[in-house]
C-alpha cells in the first residue's frame, strides 16, 4: 500500500518480546527490571492475525524482532505460523545469535530467509564487555554455520561507537572479502542507553573506507529500506550503511513496526500509532483490522520531517530499543 505521501510500506517490523539474554550497553542497563510480563506480550495467535492483516494491505517482507526473539520457547511455532500466511514472501530475522546454531536447519525448513546478527566487536573481550557477557567464539562460529546453510542473506549489524569499537572498520570490510556476508554500519540511536555514547557518522566511515579500498554501489530491492550498499572490489560480500541521523532516510521509509505488547509503531523517532491489542481483545475480524491498520499506515509522518527536530518533546519516543522492537 502507499501513504499519503506516496511511499510505498511493504516492510513490517513485529517485535516478539522485549526480553534479552544479553545487555549490551547502549540497548539496556545492566540491571535492567523494566521487562512486560509474559501476558502482555502478543501471543502466537495474535502475532499470525497482525500479520495477516498487514499481508492484506501489502506487506511482502516480515521481520521478526526484540529484545532477542529467539528467548521465546515459541519461537518456532510463531515461524510456521506466519510461514503459511500466502502473500508473506520473506521472513527475517534479527538476532544477537546467542540460541540460533542449533536451531538454523529447524528454522530454514520453516521459512526463514534472511538472519541479521549484531556483532560490534571482532576481540573476544571487547565484544563480551559490549555485551555485557557475549561470547565472540560462538557467535562467529554462527555466523559461519549460518553461511554453510545457504540462507538467502546472511548480515552482521554493527554499531559504531566512537572511541570504543571505531577502531575495527576496516577489520569489519576485511570479513567481507572471503565471506558472503553483508556488514551494516549502523549510526548508534540517541535512544534510551544509545543517549549515553557518541555516534560516529556513516559519512565519515564511508570515507575511511574509500581511503583503502575501491567501493562498487550495489543496487538495491525495493525491500531493502534506507540501507545504501556497497562493495570493496573482488570482495565477496558486501557492506552497508544505515544512517538515520546523518542522512535522513524517512522520504523513501517503507516499513513500520509492532511491538512485542502490540502497538503499531510508525515512526522509529516518534510514539505515533494505535494500540492493536484493543481490537484483537474485542475479536475484530482480520478484514477489520487490515482496514484500521491501512488508514493509520496512510497518515504516516510526512516525507521531509527530521528526527531531531523538537516541535514536540512529548511526542519523541522515550522508550528503549528493546521496548521498540529495533
Do not use: W
Not at 60 to 66: E, F, Y
Amino acid at each position: 500500500m502507499f501513504d499519503k505521501n506516496k511511499r510505498r510500506i511493504n516492510y513490517l517490523r513485529i517485535s516478539v518480546t522485549d526480553h534479552c539474554n544479553l545487555r549490551c550497553q547502549y540497548c539496556l542497563p545492566e540491571k535492567n527490571k523494566d521487562f512486560y510480563n509474559s501476558k502482555d506480550l502478543l501471543n502466537s495467535d495474535q502475532i499470525e492475525k497482525i500479520v495477516r492483516a498487514f499481508s492484506m494491505i501489502g506487506i511482502k517482507k516480515v521481520r521478526i524482532t526484540g529484545g532477542e526473539p529467539l528467548v521465546r520457547k515459541d519461537f518456532n511455532e510463531i515461524l510456521m505460523k506466519i510461514n503459511h500466511i500466502d502473500k508473506i514472501e520473506k521472513i527475517a530475522l534479527t538476532t544477537n545469535g546467542v540460541n540460533l546454531l542449533e536451531n538454523l536447519d529447524t528454522f530454514k525448513k520453516n521459512g526463514l530467509k534472511r538472519i541479521n546478527i549484531s556483532l560490534d566487536s571482532l576481540n573476544a573481550s571487547k565484544y563480551n564487555e559490549i555485551t555485557r557477557g557475549g561470547d565472540f567464539n560462538k557467535i562467529f562460529t554462527t555466523i559461519k554455520e549460518a553461511i554453510s546453510k545457504n540462507f538467502e542473506r546472511i548480515r552482521l549489524n554493527v554499531v559504531i561507537m566512537k572511541d570504543i569499537n571505531d577502531d575495527e572498520i576496516l577489520d569489519f570490510v576485511n570479513l567481507t572479502k572471503d565471506l558472503n556476508i553483508s556488514v551494516r554500519f549502523i549510526e548508534v540511536m540517541p535512544i534510551g542507553e544509545g543517549k549515553k555514547f557518541l555516534p560516529i557518522k556513516n559519512s565519515e566511515i564511508l570515507n575511511l573506507i574509500k581511503k583503502h579500498y575501491y567501493l562498487e554501489k550495489c543496487r538495491n530491492l525495493s525491500t531493502d529500506g534506507p540501507a545504501s550498499y556497497y562493495k570493496v572490489q573482488n570482495f565477496l560480500g558486501e557492506i552497508g550503511f544505515i544512517s538515520p541521523l546523518s542522512n535522513n532516510f524517512c522520504e523513501n521509509c517503507n516499513r513500520v513496526r509492532v511491538t512485542s505488547n502490540g502497538f503499531l509503531k510508525l515512526c522509529l523517532h516518534y510514539n505515533d500509532g494505535i494500540d492493536l491489542l484493543h481490537y484483537l481483545n474485542n475479536d475484530t475480524s482480520v478484514e477489520k483490522l487490515a482496514s484500521i491498520i491501512e488508514d493509520a499506515i496512510y497518515n504516516k509522518k510526512p516525507k521531509q520531517h527530521k528526527m531531531n527536530e523538537n516541535l514536540n518533546l512529548d511526542n519523541i519516543e522515550s522508550k528503549g530499543m528493546n521496548k521498540i522492537g529495533g
